[in-house]
């Protein structure tokens, strides 16, 4: 295939279903695109979806060499395979194919900090790095996802009428991707944005288990109150999925499939890499590492089995079995708890983007990744639009609580969030992202708190100084002397 006028537009290595059904979105957009895998049947497989289709342009290759070959010059090739180890493995085997000024793109979940090491990298052998976030799951690949490149600006430029192309559309925004910044800053937005994806979830999970658990709903009835939460200001990928769970029916039994699902939550660790950052630059996420706390632990399904019984006595269940509650207000109750505790999770995530952007110089434009999530991506939301306008409005927005209309939100619906978690409380049920979104607000919007007495006492054993209220300076005080002799004088 030595003729340019017969090489395809890009390659894609890496089959597994995300890289399939990229691969068949990219060709069904008009570019010709080369497909290759380790496992070749793969390939096979990929080839012959391609055809079934509509007969997309997809050409499928056994080995590396081939595939590479196939491409036109400057070559693009997206690599979709595991993070980690088998990222360093599949460039190695294309790289040694690959001529100067060809580039690779990781559109996996890639710790932030390899994709830097591997652009410089890439860099010393003449190649351009991108790493590229993707968002929507196996249906966002395969119509249109959230694309969250970072690395080089030259590389993007290659690819820049793919991904235009390729990306969700959304009316009046245009395409789900923009060229986020320099080195791993695509990598670290989609990590982020994983990490509100989990605030989100888990916030969804509370408001279920209230109105079950509390409010006494049944599968139909969450199925028609999240539907109808879909239409207001709620609506988003994941509240309307949240509705078609409610509607599935076991096909393996009787009743609902929702019932019969395990209640224990996997991970693959870009909420605890949120986490971690978000400690490393003292950014407060409490509602993100919430929602880690309890995917861990839901994961000790067999101590909780034990625990239930060693609190049978404990008469969490009469507590629980005495709540007598006003169906339709607990409904409107946690609607708007729901919807002030999300934003909390948004705040947050957005705060620890600005506060990494800064420490690296990325200059990230916080309003443009709002667009982009709108979209294609896990948490596309009609308020991300109302996110994008608060920042349009002032770039410097210290928190997203702040911005006026946000603001008048979540004073509107303070009450209603207090009464889900005091309701939660009484009930025996835990409501940790709600819980501590709210204590979140609460520690935010107060001009003075207790930290005041911490200080104190970080200076009493530790000498660590504190500041005053009334006039600058740092300041010592001998506490344990001035409260021997305070004591002495009492004997």
């Known amino acids: ?51 079934k289709e509509g007969d997309l342009p997809v050409f499928g290759f056994h080995d590396p060499e081939s595939f590479v070959n196939s491409i036109q010059k400057p070559r693009v090739i997206i690599m979709l395979v595991k993070a980690g180890a088998p990222v360093d493995q599949t460039i190695k085997t294309l790289s040694q194919y690959m001529e100067k000024g060809d580039c690779i793109i990781d559109g996996g979940n890639e710790w932030y900090e390899n994709t830097e090491r591997r652009e410089k990298a890439m860099a010393e052998l003449g190649l351009l790095y991108l790493g590229m976030g993707v968002s929507g799951g196996e249906e966002g690949a395969r119509n ?25 559309q959304v009316p009046d925004s245009g ?23 989990y605030g989100d979830m888990q916030l969804i999970s509370e408001a279920y288990d209230v109105l079950k658990s509390v409010g006494k709903l049944s599968n139909e009835e969450l199925h028609e109150v999240f539907s109808e939460w879909n239409k207001g200001e709620l609506q988003s990928f994941l509240i309307e999925i949240t509705a078609d ?35 490393d630059l003292s950014i407060a996420a409490p509602t993100i590492a919430a929602s ?11 101590e909780r ?77 009609i308020f991300l639009d109302r996110i994008k306008q608060a920042y349009d409005r002032n770039p410097e927005l210290a928190n ?20 889900v978690v005091c309701l939660a409380i009484n009930s025996g049920i835990s409501t940790p992202g709600m819980s501590s979104s709210l204590a979140y607000f609460d520690t935010y919007r107060r001009e003075r708190l207790p930290a005041n007495l911490v200080q104190a006492q970080r200076d009493y054993f530790g000498a660590h100084t504190y500041e005053r209220t009334d006039m600058p300076g740092s300041f010592h005080t001998e506490w344990f002397k001035l409260a021997k002799q305070a004591n002495n004088s009492r004997l």
């Open 144 to 168: 249109g996802p959230s694309m969250m490149p970072g690395g080089s600006i030259e590389a993007y430029k290659y690819i820049e009428d793919i991904v235009l192309k390729v990306a969700a």
């Open 175 to 197: 395409p789900c991707v923009t060229y986020i910044g320099e080195g791993g800053s695509g990598n670290f937005v989609k990590m982020v944005h994983n990490g509100i994806e």
């Open 400 to 419: 997203l609580l702040v911005d006026p209309e946000f603001a008048k939100e979540m004073v509107e619906r303070q009450s209603a969030w207090r009464r």
């Open 245 to 279: 769970i409610f509607g599935i029916k076991d096909d393996k039994g009787d009743g609902y499939l929702v019932d019969k699902v395990l209640d224990k939550t996997g991970m693959k660790g870009t909420g605890k890499w949120t986490v971690q950052q978000a400690a």
């Open 292 to 302: 880690l706390d309890s995917r861990f632990l839901s994961g000790l399904k067999d």
């Open 305 to 381: 089995v034990e625990a239930a019984k060693v609190f049978k006595s404990g008469g969490f269940d009469d507590i629980l079995a005495d709540q007598q509650v006003d169906k339709e207000k607990l409904i409107n109750d946690v609607r708007q708890a729901l919807y002030a505790a999300k934003i909390c999770s948004y705040a947050q995530g957005m705060n620890l983007i600005r506060a990494k952007s800064n420490e690296k110089g990325w200059n990230l434009k916080l309003g443009e990744l709002a667009r982009i999530w709108k979209g294609g991506c896990i948490i596309r939301a």
């Open 1 to 51: 295939m030595a003729d340019q006028s017969k090489l395809t537009r890009v390659g894609l290595a890496g089959l597994a279903v995300m890289g399939q059904n990229l691969a068949l979105n990219i060709a069904e957009k008009g570019f010709p695109i080369s497909v290759y895998n380790r496992s070749t049947s793969k390939v096979d497989e990929t080839v012959e979806r391609a055809k």
